[in-house]
């Protein structure tokens, strides 16, 4: 079965910029987290979808934002992107939403912006 | 709020050696614990988990932890270390009340296995 998987894996941004990022769920999992990394906060959670609806939204600005389609595969856009953006973007996909579910990450999108 | 707080930033130990990787968890009536690896330039994969049961829990890889509800603390341990558990660890939990998958993880522990 295959994993997570998240694309693109590197990109580079100018401040300002928007940014789209994608991830695919393993077949069957309904739900998709995204977390944000940095070494200065650690793992930060982003947001949950799970059935196309956000179930959960962490403390982060509104330019972030996210969506989730019919085929359970997920995006995250952030808008007018600031030095602070540059991070791994993590992916996490289960089976359904609710803490006794296992969470799968993906390998992460790395954002730079410049 | 739910937080986590690991107590070592870096723990630096030989291979074949012993390790305890702490952590430790804001109360709440009910909480799920978990403990993650990140390997260099990869997403997190999960040793273990604590939902309910027995506060002994067994992982991957020759991991395991022990839930201690009165100390609040999930601590992880290995008998015997190779290299290959160079990486860095972080302990999570999960709001155990509500349905959602939300995660809060502390800020990490590097594992560094010398030869």
């Known amino acids: 079965k295959a994993g997570v998987t998240q694309t693109p894996r590197y990109l580079i941004k100018t401040r300002g910029q928007q940014v789209t990022l994608s991830c695919s769920p393993i077949?069957?999992?309904?739900?998709v987290s995204w977390y944000q990394q940095t070494p200065g906060q650690g793992l930060q959670f982003l947001f949950e979808?799970?059935?196309?609806?956000?179930?959960n939204k962490g403390n982060f600005p509104g330019r972030f934002s996210g969506r989730q389609f019919s085929n359970s595969r997920s995006e995250m856009n952030v808008s007018t992107l600031e030095l602070g953006d540059s991070a791994l973007y993590l992916c996490?996909?289960?089976?359904?939403?609710?803490?006794?579910?296992?969470?799968?990450f993906g390998p992460g999108t790395r954002l730079t912006v410049t | 709020a739910q937080s986590v707080t690991q107590l070592d930033s870096q723990v630096p130990v030989f291979e074949e050696a012993p390790v305890e990787l702490r952590c430790n968890y804001s109360?709440?009536?009910?909480?799920?614990l978990f403990w993650y690896v990140q390997y260099p330039n990869q997403g997190l994969q999960l040793l273990l988990k604590?939902?309910?049961?027995?506060?002994l829990v067994k992982g991957i890889n020759g991991f395991e932890a022990e839930f201690n509800k009165s100390q609040t603390s999930f601590h992880l341990r290995k008998p015997s270390v190779h290299i290959s558990d160079t990486a860095e660890y972080f302990c999570?939990?999960?709001?155990?009340?509500?349905?959602?998958?939300?995660?809060?993880f502390g800020q990490g522990t590097t594992l560094q296995v010398k030869p």
């Open positions: 604590y939902l309910s049961g027995s506060t």
């Open positions: 996490a996909s289960s089976l359904s939403s609710g803490p006794s579910y296992e969470q799968y």
């Open positions: 999570a939990v999960s709001d155990g009340s509500g349905n959602t998958g939300k995660l809060i």
């Open positions: 109360s709440s009536v009910s909480v799920y």
């Open positions: 979808y799970f059935s196309e609806t956000q179930r």
């Open positions: 077949s069957g999992h309904r739900s």
